[in-house]
């Protein structure tokens, strides 16, 4: 079993920052892949942003440019730059492994609020 505590959410004016953090603990396997994903009311969880344990990233076209992906073994971050009242969102850390199958963790999730 994994755990992922995610930390670093809060309200900002739209074009400031925040950093994201994720931590991982139990039993997480030196090859997974890690994302973050967001939920607004009435919408569907979509992804925000992945990376490989091998350090291979992934975005979101809506937010290529502005956010940034980064981990070490067992904690990931997202750094929001320039961000908008669309980022408004819950934000979820997402661990994906496999071993005889596939295991999908998912956090607990932190607020994001982007007011205009």
């Known amino acids: 079993q994994v755990q992922l505590v995610e930390s670093g959410g809060g309200l900002v004016q739209a074009g400031e920052s925040l950093r994201l953090s994720c931590a991982a603990s139990?039993?997480?396997?030196?090859?997974?892949?890690m994302g973050w994903y967001r939920q607004s009311p009435g919408k569907q969880r979509e992804l925000v942003a992945t990376?490989?344990?091998?350090?291979s990233a992934n975005y979101a076209d809506s937010v290529k440019g502005r956010f940034a992906i980064s981990r070490d073994r067992v904690t990931m971050y997202l750094q929001m730059n320039s961000l908008k009242p669309d980022d408004t969102a819950v934000y979820y850390c997402?661990?994906?492994?496999?071993?005889?199958?596939?295991?999908?963790?998912w956090g607990q999730g932190t607020q994001v609020t982007v007011s205009s």
């Open positions: 997402n661990l994906q492994q496999y071993g005889q199958r596939k295991y999908d963790f």
């Open positions: 139990g039993r997480v396997f030196s090859a997974n892949v």
């Open positions: 990376i490989s344990s091998g350090g």
